[in-house]
Nanobody, 121 residues
Framework: VQLQASGGGLVQAGGSLRLSCAAS????????MGWFRQAPGKEREFVSV????????YYADSVKGRFIISRDNAENRVYLQMNSLKPEDTAVYYC???????????????WGQGTLVTVSS
């Protein structure tokens, strides 16, 4: 599976962005999909995960109630709707594909190249 994340940009605090991750390969629907982020000087951290059917979604406490993960298996895409953005959300956001609903990077086998989100105060 090859992943391509897009949709990042510069936004003011309180604003919204929608990230998209396009996947190649006919087996996309079999994978659990996750979003992670990495701020400058910090380790990559878990943001959200969604199962193959979309029936289970889980969020990091820091984004719960503000971010929404979804997927479209027919289009081979996973999305991250980010609302009420804060300066501390500034990071490079990565999508990842794996076999479990892991919240650690080691639980994922494939990674996109990342898209930069900058939230100004």
């Amino acid at each position: 599976v090859q992943l391509q994340a897009s949709g990042g940009g510069l936004v003011q605090a309180g604003g919204s962005l929608r990230l998209s991750c396009a996947a190649s390969g006919r087996t996309f629907s079999r994978y659990v999909m996750g979003w992670f982020r990495q701020a400058p000087g910090k380790e990559r951290e878990f943001v959200s995960v969604i199962t193959w059917s979309g029936g289970y979604k889980y969020y990091a406490d820091s984004v719960k109630g503000r971010f929404i993960i979804s997927r479209d298996n027919a289009e081979n895409r996973v999305y991250l709707q980010m609302n009420s953005l804060k300066p501390e959300d500034t990071a490079v956001y990565y999508c990842a594909a794996g076999g479990t609903t892991a919240t650690t990077t080691t639980g994922y086998d494939y990674w996109g190249q990342g898209t930069l989100v900058t939230v100004s105060s």
